[in-house]
Nanobody
Framework: QVQLVESGGGLVQPGGSLRLSCAAS????????VGWYRQAPEKEREWVAT?????NYADSVKGRFTISRDNDKNTVYLQMNSLKPEDTAVYYC???????????????WGQGTQVTVSS
């Protein structure tokens, strides 16, 4: 079993900052790509950022959000600065995980954490 558990969401005023965390646990041999998506009410899930062979960001968050990872802790972070009301969404992390040497890779998802940007 593999679990991804997110934390760090909450209510913040426009211009504020939050840092999301996503910790992977369970039977893990290696983690390849990690990243974040978000879904606002009545909208489709939207890609935010990925860290793998390279680091990439959606244009809407570039320069404001930073993705990082601690491989020793199997944890990925999303530092969100200069938050805007349009950043309000449920944020989901994902990780591409190999559970055993030579085995296949699968994508795993967290349960989501709510971020609300409002005055």
């Amino acid at each position: 079993q593999v679990q991804l558990v997110e934390s760090g969401g909450g209510l913040v005023q426009p211009g504020g900052s939050l840092r999301l965390s996503c910790a992977a646990s369970g039977s893990i041999f290696s983690i390849d790509a990690v990243g974040w998506y978000r879904q606002a009410p009545e909208k489709e899930r939207e890609w935010v950022a990925t860290s793998g062979g390279s680091t990439n960001y959606a244009d809407s968050v570039k320069g404001r959000f930073t993705i990082s990872r601690d491989n020793d802790k199997n944890t990925v972070y999303l530092q969100m600065n200069s938050l805007k009301p349009e950043d309000t969404a449920v944020y989901y992390c994902f990780a591409t995980i190999q559970r055993m040497r030579g085995g296949p890779q699968f994508n795993y998802w967290g349960q989501g954490t709510q971020v609300t940007v409002s005055s």
